[in-house]
């Protein structure tokens, strides 16, 4: 989904090119642009917060592919090249706050062990635990395997 159409300001023409990006502050970063009909050039400013729910992707022009925006983000802020294995986590666990302060790289197994695990509770006994791939869905206080259906109670004839 793109979030805003640049349009060429000399003749209006969306086909463009993306000729370079720059991290501005802790709240926008900047596209260079320049327009394939007229060949004009020129510079839109864009924020890091947006109200997308989903990783808002940006064209890599160097190297010509796309890459999420809070990773670009990250390196541009923090002058380090990400690796494989880094993942780069909105602590508030909005996808379009790309802001440097709501972003923390991480590694993948320390995002999958502490982000990535759901805890569940019990709702026949209130106990909420983290589960184990290898246990079984019952509940490891009451054994119940009824954990996550609210308790009824049988009516008397």
Known sequence: MISKLHKCPSCGSISYLVTGMKLL??????????????????VDDLPLLSGSKTYVYIWDYVNKISIPLHRWVWEQYNNEKLGDYDIVHHVNRMKGDNRPQNLVNMDKSDHVFNFNRLQLTCKQCGHS?????????????????????????????
């Not at 502050?25 to 020129?42: H, I, M, P, T, V």
């Not at 290898?134 to 009516?155: A, L, M, V």
Request: glycine share 4%; with cysteine.
């Open 129 to 157: 635990w983290l589960p184990k791939a290898f246990q079984g869905k019952i509940c490891p206080r009451c054994k119940s395997p009824y954990w996550d259906k609210e308790r009824t109670h049988r009516r008397a004839k």
């Open 25 to 42: 502050d802790g709240e926008r970063y900047q596209k260079n642009l320049k327009c394939r009909k007229c060949e004009s050039e020129w």
